[in-house]
């Protein structure tokens, strides 16, 4: 038997949970325990009563939880203010989003301190290198990017003053994605599903090509007319830029710091009322100027662009974004409750290796080389075939 547990997530307005009622049956049935705090699960609409029902127990206080879990199960990654249930968490494992690369680095050190085995969401890849657990929540920012977009474009927070409809006889709102991965393809969907042009720049020839595709099957050959893909290569690339009404950067490099992608000058030169929404800020944002902001103060301003880069934006809509995440993490959970976290991991690596890829930290080490390369760690890198005795 495997105790797991989950707590209340305490970032600023994220209301998502790690684990659902209808998790907590599966895990149940397979003779598992499974412990929830109060409340955890209100506001993605799960009450206490419904993880009763489903065979959970519910605990009060998250250090109680904690102290008595084998796999703690999060969203985000631990707060300062939570650094305490990480040394109740010693020698154990946590499985989350942890984004290590673009947070503080006193996280990191915190969980090698306690030899705590963390398993990122963000690296586990599939059979075809994709990301799937990462890939539902950027679907859902790729969505909000848009819907963000438009809302600040309104005159009364110093946007251009045009909505994203396709309005007779006006202009069209010209919106600039760069990065056609998960998240761009849906905020390119979005945009055009909304009425506006889309310029969507992409370095990959073989994903230009299945991004075409992909719009002319959801979207339909009217709406692909307003659809540009191209590489982003100047001066098309810079000139695009200047004339987005809506900017969003959507660039990732698996676990790594995002590159900045756009420069102050480019940024410089965009239209006054312009609103850039930055994607990548949770793994340090992609656009020069973007900092991280919270859903109660989500922008800022400088010489009339609008930037609105939130970290934890599907914390928005927790219900959608729940059901889509747990639905995606449950599978790899039950894996690591089965067979236990090390065994499950060494099956990975005498497998396909994809669900180790989520492995950011064990036995006291980095074992996720762009992490202990963006921060300055790499003395503190091991190879985690090494690590789990693997030859």
Partial sequence: MTIIGTIREIKNNENRVGIIPEGVVVLVAKGHRVLVQETAGLNSGYSDQDYLDA???IVRDPSDVVSKVDILVKVKEPLEEEYYLLDLLKDKTLFTYLHLSGVPKSLTRRLLDNNITAIAYETVEDERGRLPLLAPMSEVAGVLAVQYGAHYLQKKYGGFGITMGMITGTELCHTVVIG???AGEFAARTALGMGGK???FEIREDRIAELYATFKTFLGENLLRNLEILKPEEP????????AHVLIGAVLVKGA???QVV???QVRTMIDGAVIVDISIDQGGCIWGSKVMTHENPIYKWRNKIFC???NMPGQVARQSTQALTAATTPYLLQLADKGVIEALIASIKSDGRFVKGLNVYKGKI???SVAKDLDLEESYADPKGLLEIF
């Fill in 198 to 200: 889309v310029t969507l």
């Fill in 180 to 182: 056609g991965g998960v």
């Fill in 55 to 57: 065979g959970a127990e």
């Fill in 236 to 243: 098309v690339y810079t000139e695009k830029i200047k004339t």
């Fill in 309 to 311: 880069a939130v970290a």
């Fill in 367 to 369: 074992t996720y080389q």
């Fill in 257 to 259: 710091r995002a590159p």
């Fill in 263 to 265: 420069t102050e000058s």
